[in-house]
C-alpha cells in the first residue's frame, strides 16, 4: 500500500503539504494541490481514517439521535443532514429513541464515548435535565425542532403555522372548530400548535367546547380515537378539525369515512407535515409543510460552523408553507 512519503516523493512535494490536501486544512498552492490530487488518483490511495482522526483529533462522525424511524419528518431531516455532511467528508451515526425520553439521554453519553466529532437531536421534549446535559457536552450539540435558551437549535414557526390553519378554517366558515393534540411536553407540537389554535379562535370570538379537543399520541390509530372521542363526547360535533400531525389527521378522516361523514361536507380535516401519504390520500390532505430537508441542512452548517471554530447562527427558526387541498 503506498504511504504518505511516497505520494510526496512521486509528486516532488513535501509530506506536510500531502497532508494539507488529504485533510484540506492550510494554504497550498494550486500547482502542488494538482500533482498531490493527481498521484493519489493514479496510486488510488485511501488514507486510514483511523491514522487520521488520530492526528486531526476528529472521526468525521456525527451522532444523529431521532425519535422514529417510522415516519417522514426524521427521514427528511437526515436527508438534509447527509447531503450537507457529505459534501465535507462526514459520516453519519444514527440512534433511535422509539420516542423513549430517557433514550435520549443515554444516547447523549454514548455517542460521546464513541468519540463523534458533534450530535445532531431530533427533540421531542426540553425537559431540564435533557437541556442541562446538552450545555454540559463537551462536543458541539444542534437539537431540531424545539427551542431552548443557551442551546444551538433549528426550530419551527408552530405557533404562526397553527394560526394559520386556524384561520383557513374560519375563512371557509367554520365556527366549529375541534383539535386533536399531543402531550405538552412535547413543547413545540404540544404546546405552540394548541396555543396556536386557541388564541386564533379567542381572536375571532369563537368557543372552544371541551370536548373538542382531544389528545393523541404519534400515529394513524391515535388520531382515530381522538375523532372518535370528539364524535361521541361533544354535544355538538364540530364542523371542522385540526389535527397537529398529517399521520393524527389521517387517522380522524379514517374513522370519519367509517361513520359515514363526508370530507370536507361534513366536516373539514387538516394536519402538519406535508407528508408524502396525505397527497395520496381520498381527499388530498390540505397541511403545512415545514421544509424538513432544509432543516437538516440547516443545522448541519450550525454544526460544521462550530466543529471548525467559525461564527455561528444559533438560533434559526424556519418558515412554513400551507397547502391547501380538497380536505378542506
Not at 372521542?229 to 355538538?236: E, G, L, P, Q, V
Not at 364540530?238 to 367509517?258: E, H, N
Not at 373539514?268 to 408524502?276: D, L, Y
Amino acid at each position: 500500500m503506498v504511504t504518505i512519503k511516497e505520494i510526496a516523493e512521486m509528486a516532488q512535494v513535501s509530506r506536510s503539504t500531502v497532508s494539507r490536501v488529504l485533510n484540506d486544512s492550510g494554504y497550498v498552492s494550486e500547482e502542488a494541490r494538482e500533482k498531490v490530487e493527481k498521484v493519489i488518483e493514479e496510486t488510488g490511495y485511501v488514507p486510514s481514517q483511523y491514522a487520521k482522526s488520530l492526528r486531526t483529533k476528529k472521526t468525521k462522525v456525527i451522532g444523529v439521535i431521532l425519535p422514529t424511524i417510522q415516519t417522514e419528518t426524521p427521514s427528511r431531516i437526515v436527508t438534509g443532514l447527509g447531503k450537507e455532511l457529505e459534501k465535507h467528508g462526514y459520516q453519519i451515526l444514527l440512534a433511535n429513541t422509539n420516542h423513549n425520553k430517557e433514550k435520549e439521554l443515554e444516547y447523549l453519553d454514548l455517542l460521546q464515548v464513541r468519540q463523534v466529532d458533534g450530535i445532531v437531536l431530533i427533540a421531542t421534549n426540553t425537559a431540564p435535565e435533557l437541556i442541562k446535559k446538552i450545555r454540559e457536552i463537551p462536543i458541539p450539540v444542534v437539537m431540531i425542532g424545539q427551542e431552548a435558551e443557551d442551546v444551538m437549535y433549528v426550530s419551527y414557526n408552530d405557533y404562526d403555522a397553527a394560526r394559520a390553519l386556524t384561520s383557513l378554517f374560519i375563512q371557509k366558515g367554520h365556527t366549529k372548530i375541534g383539535f386533536i393534540g399531543v402531550d405538552e411536553s412535547d413543547k413545540a407540537v404540544g404546546i405552540l400548535r394548541k396555543q396556536g389554535y386557541y388564541d386564533e379562535m379567542q381572536a375571532n370570538g369563537l368557543p372552544v367546547e371541551k370536548n373538542w379537543v382531544q389528545k393523541a399520541v404519534f400515529n394513524i390509530d391515535s388520531g382515530y380515537d381522538a375523532m372518535k372521542k370528539i364524535h361521541t363526547s361533544a354535544s355538538d360535533l364540530p364542523t371542522a378539525v385540526f389535527a397537529v400531525t398529517d399521520r393524527l389527521a389521517i387517522g380522524a378522516m379514517s374513522y370519519l369515512k367509517q361513520e359515514g361523514l363526508r370530507i370536507p361536507d361534513d366536516v373539514a380535516v387538516a394536519g402538519i407535515g406535508a407528508s408524502e401519504i396525505s397527497q395520496y390520500i381520498h381527499p388530498k390532505l390540505t397541511t403545512i409543510d415545514y421544509q424538513n430537508e432544509k432543516a437538516g441542512e440547516e443545522a448541519a452548517k450550525q454544526l460544521l460552523s462550530c466543529i471548525h471554530s467559525k461564527k455561528v447562527k444559533d438560533k434559526i427558526i424556519l418558515d412554513y408553507r400551507l397547502i391547501e387541498k380538497d380536505s378542506v
